[in-house]
């Protein structure tokens, strides 16, 4: 069964528009939730995170995400985005298996920003 | 970044010939995991590791295997390959404490 669930494969946006990728996990139990964003070319690094406390996480380059416990999601969200926000992004929930804790993807969202 | 070196970078190999890539870690963490990357898929855990000589599979461990002799070191061999199996083959390291993982740079294998 598919943990995290991206709802967006491809998003094309213009400079300065707005973004919102939606993720949602089924998962029980307490959990540790993360986007990843992939450069082209280049390997995963994190975003943000979300472990606990405030909901509302913001990361860097200007990202944030709500955790909407309610409605499983962990959306990711950008008032104006950038040419350079161009990349492959993917959430991520720290699936519990036999002890231990597997990071376990969504199918990511490819995001270009045209100029 | 975190101290991961994959290697090779790119291979290109036979149908049917032993590859083994390989991951090396500087950070001492304690878990290490083997993804691939496939258009349309993200990423799918191939195998990890919670400890020197402990693995497990994972969602698409078919026709891997892995073995992790000291805590920096995790090795990822296809027995065979396939060209199935032609993908992008991530390395990442955990703390293993529910946090985030970090990621190599990734190697590119061409199965023809």
């Known amino acids: 069964a598919q943990s995290v669930s991206q709802h967006n494969h491809h998003v094309i946006l213009s400079e300065a528009a707005s973004l919102e990728l939606g993720c949602n996990y089924s998962y029980g139990g307490t959990v540790n939730l993360f986007w990843y964003v992939q450069y082209p070319g280049q390997h995963l690094q994190l975003l943000l995170k979300y472990f606990s406390g405030d909901p509302l996480v913001k990361g860097i380059k200007g990202f944030e995400a709500e955790f909407i416990k309610s409605k499983f999601s962990f959306n990711l969200r950008k008032p104006s985005v950038q040419w350079s926000d161009t990349a492959e992004y993917f959430c991520?929930?720290?699936?519990?298996?036999?002890?231990?804790?597997?990071?376990?993807f969504g199918r990511g969202t490819s995001l270009i920003v045209h100029p | 970044d975190a101290g991961i070196t994959q290697s090779p970078r790119h291979k290109v190999t036979e149908t049917g010939t032993p590859v083994t890539l390989r991951c090396h870690q500087t950070e001492n963490h304690r878990y290490m995991y083997w993804y691939r990357q496939d258009p349309g898929h993200g990423l799918r855990l191939i195998h990890y590791?919670?400890?020197?000589?402990?693995?497990d599979k994972g969602e698409v461990s078919d026709g891997y295997s892995v073995s992790r002799s000291k805590t920096e070191d995790f090795l990822l061999t296809l027995e065979s390959a396939t060209s199935s199996q032609t993908s992008v083959y991530f390395c990442a390291i955990s703390s293993g404490q529910n946090t985030e993982a970090f990621f190599g740079q990734g190697t590119r294998l061409t199965v023809v």
């Open positions: 590791s919670y400890g020197v000589k402990d693995t």
């Open positions: 991520a929930v720290n699936k519990l298996a036999g002890g231990s804790y597997i990071p376990t």
